[in-house]
């Protein structure tokens, strides 16, 4: 795995994550899995662990093992040189994930949490999606499956009794993430599941040499793709033909920027509080 420089794609849910990861597998030998994310392969060997925030500490020397054999297992099915892998939860355990694997950079996407908050609460109260469930299903490691099976009953059961249909719990879990969605409007529990992806986020990167991550902003992305995507890879020190990237990009549009202006009125004050320093933190405009 050494041969290779994973690139690990950061941000919140509803951020744009999948749209930059399928936008730069087009390049020659840049490959991820065939699946949404795998969430429940980054959480094998801490499957009880009640959130998504991992330390270093938890990057032990049989978890490291197995995360790294998954991705050579990857790289040799698809003759990568590199391996592209975007799991939002993975925005809350960026040191975890250095830990595991210190060749790999980091492309970190941030979008405006008004925006995503909206986007968020969709997905709450989605209906299963079974092709994109049993895809996700093949990369859950077979002695966990049993555990994860029960929860996700569990989940939908909680969906069809509940009367605003929102799901017990979706997305990346922040501590005391199932008291907040029990007790709390559903766009404040999706801001606070913003405010704390980013905010963990951000001291990570902080904390790493600047070499080793990127950001971009979702806004940039949509309204000037081809722009973005060649500081990055200058950034990445990737020789890469652009052309594939052109193609890719040419159907990207930013119809959905600050949308959340047409909803003001969904979004409680204690919702605006949660998402504003990070905002503020990003050159967001405040919500004024």
């Known amino acids: 795995m050494t041969a290779l ?7 919140a849910g509803r951020s744009g994550t999948n749209i930059v990861r399928d936008t730069l597998v087009h390049l020659k030998g840049w490959e991820t899995w065939d699946c949404d994310e795998i969430n429940l392969t980054w959480r094998h060997g801490h499957i009880h662990h009640p959130h998504d925030i991992f330390t270093p500490k938890m990057a032990t020397p049989r978890v490291s093992r197995y995360l790294r054999s998954e991705f ?9 040189r590199v391996i592209v892998e975007k799991t939002c939860a ?21 979008r405006d949490g008004r925006d995503v908050a909206l986007s968020a609460a969709k997905r709450w109260t989605a209906s299963v999606e079974w092709k994109y469930l049993a895809k996700k299903v093949r990369y859950v490691p077979k002695t966990d499956i049993p555990v994860y099976g029960v929860r996700f009953l569990k989940n939908r059961f909680y969906q069809l009794r509940a009367t605003d249909k929102r799901q ?3 997305g990346p879990i922040f501590p005391g993430m199932r008291d907040w969605a029990r007790s709390r409007p559903l766009i404040e529990v999706c801001a606070k599941q913003w405010a704390v992806s ?16 990127f950001k971009i902003s979702y806004e940039d992305f949509v309204t000037e793709p081809e722009s973005v995507l060649k500081r990055f890879l200058d ?20 119809k959905s920027l600050k949308g959340w202006r047409k909803h003001r009125d969904v979004f409680t004050s204690e919702a605006l509080d949660i998402l504003a320093k990070p905002l503020e933190r990003h050159g967001y405009a405040p919500s004024t």
């Open 5 to 11: 420089r994973p690139l690990i794609i950061i941000g």
């Open 72 to 80: 050579a297992k990857l790289a040799r099915a698809q003759n990568a």
């Open 90 to 110: 993975n925005s809350m355990r960026v040191p975890f994930i250095a830990e595991v694997f210190p060749e790999a950079r980091f492309l970190y996407i941030v």
């Open 168 to 170: 017990a719990l979706w």
């Open 198 to 213: 980013v905010s963990e986020s951000d001291q990570a990167f902080a904390d790493l040499p600047q070499s080793r991550s």
């Open 235 to 254: 950034w990445y020190d990737a020789d890469e033909n652009i052309e594939p990237l052109r193609q890719a990009v040419s159907s990207i549009h930013a």
